[in-house]
T-cell receptor, first 116, second 112 residues
Framework: GAGVSQSPSNKVTEKGKDVELRCDPISGHTALYWYRQSLGQGLEFLIYFQGNSAPDKSGLPSDRFSAERTGGSVSTLTIQRTQQEDSAVYLC??????????????FGPGTRLTVL | TQLLEQSPQFLSIQEGENLTVYCNSSSVFSSLQWYRQEPGEGPVLLVTVVTGGEVKKLKRLTFQFGDARKDSSLHITAAQPGDTGLYLCAGDSGGSNYKLTFGKGTLLTVNP
């Protein structure tokens, strides 16, 4: 079946503008993750959704970042008043849900965000 | 804060050579995963190691988890150009069963 898809694949915006990044997880996956990957850095955890539970937002770097997941499927990551340091690849992953040692995360191709 | 240090950061070798990349931490992990990421794509899981001292083989790739579950290595035998990519290790601390700590990766280039 289809894997995780993300849109847009590339986004160039001006400093101060808001952006929305979309993630379509694999059908049936209850867990959804957002990560940020900056040049030369590892993946930085941003937020985690599991079913109907309250999301774990502990990785969001500032209150300019927010995310929602509608109907337990599609997720949108919103960055308000973008700054140049927000430039990075934003990766979404989904999984069946469960312990990390046994639950495989499937990643989308990412959205490359460039803030001018 | 748990950190995973990967080395080397960059590695460029010729086809047919062997190589080893390392993933080290001062923290204990319940499990450790290795991913490969190609340009423009997301990481793809290669293997998960759970038991201290565990060795797993995936064709020409051999993964080992340290006895103390603080470190891991990935050895590639007779590297091929198709092995080119960013190799990431990620550790699961077990405290929260979904959060992974990622290293910065080793960028491997295998030249034909």
């Amino acid at each position: 079946g289809a894997g995780v898809s993300q849109s847009p694949s590339n986004k160039v915006t001006e400093k101060g503008k808001d952006v929305e990044l979309r993630c379509d997880p694999i059908s049936g996956h209850t867990a959804l993750y957002w990560y940020r990957q900056s040049l030369g850095q590892g993946l930085e955890f941003l937020i985690y959704f599991q079913g109907n539970s309250a999301p774990d937002k502990s990785g969001l770097p500032s209150d300019r970042f927010s995310a929602e997941r509608t109907g337990g499927s599609v997720s949108t990551l919103t960055i308000q008043r973008t700054q140049q340091e927000d430039s990075a690849v934003y990766l979404c992953a989904s999984s069946l849900g469960g312990a990390a040692s046994t639950d495989t995360q499937y990643f989308g191709p990412g959205t490359r965000l460039t803030v001018l | 804060t748990q950190l995973l240090e990967q080395s080397p950061q960059f590695l460029s070798i010729q086809e047919g050579e062997n190589l080893t990349v390392y993933c080290n931490s001062s923290s204990v992990f319940s499990s450790l995963q290795w991913y490969r990421q190609e340009p423009g794509e997301g990481p793809v899981l290669l293997v998960t190691v759970v038991t201290g001292g565990e060795v797993k083989k995936l064709k020409r790739l051999t993964f080992q988890f340290g006895d103390a579950r603080k470190d891991s290595s990935l050895h590639i035998t007779a590297a091929q150009p198709g092995d080119t990519g960013l190799y990431l290790c990620a550790g699961d601390s077990g405290g929260s069963n979904y959060k992974l700590t990622f290293g910065k990766g080793t960028l491997l280039t295998v030249n034909p």
